[in-house]
């Protein structure tokens, strides 16, 4: 049974830094489309980062400049995160698709054929 399992998250404070990790079983990350969301309490989830099978990236307007995305030889995608706010408290999913990156189709949930259990991330003084 193909699956995503994440590592990472925890209590940071504002201007620090978190990695989230998502390992793939059963499936070889390479040829999908790896997306990470997030969900606030009270707030419907969004699309945070992509990275396509081609390894193109995009990014949500809110992280720019503060979030990477990246996938290494160990079937393994990770999301670095540095400078956090508050606002970036939620509970982070990784995601894994079929399909290629076009323009803001990554955000579209119904794209994505694997998820993760998800991972609290909270940023507080």
């Known amino acids: 049974q193909p699956q995503l399992v994440q590592s990472g998250g925890g209590l940071v404070q504002p201007g620090g830094s978190l990695r989230l990790s998502c390992a793939a079983s059963g499936l070889p990350l390479g040829g999908f489309a790896v997306g990470w969301f997030r969900q606030a309490p009270g707030s419907e989830r969004e699309g945070v980062a992509l990275m396509g099978n081609d390894g193109r990236t995009s990014y949500a307007d809110s992280v720019k400049g503060r979030f990477t995305i990246t996938r290494d030889i160990a079937n393994t995608a990770s999301l670095q995160m540095t400078f956090l706010k508050p606002e970036d408290t939620a509970k982070y999913y990784c995601?894994?698709?079929?399909?290629?990156?076009?323009?803001?189709?990554?955000?579209?949930?119904?794209?994505?054929?694997?998820w993760g259990q998800g991972a609290q991330v909270t940023v507080s003084s």
């Open positions: 995601a894994a698709g079929h399909f290629t990156l076009f323009g803001t189709n990554w955000l579209s949930e119904w794209r994505y054929n694997y």
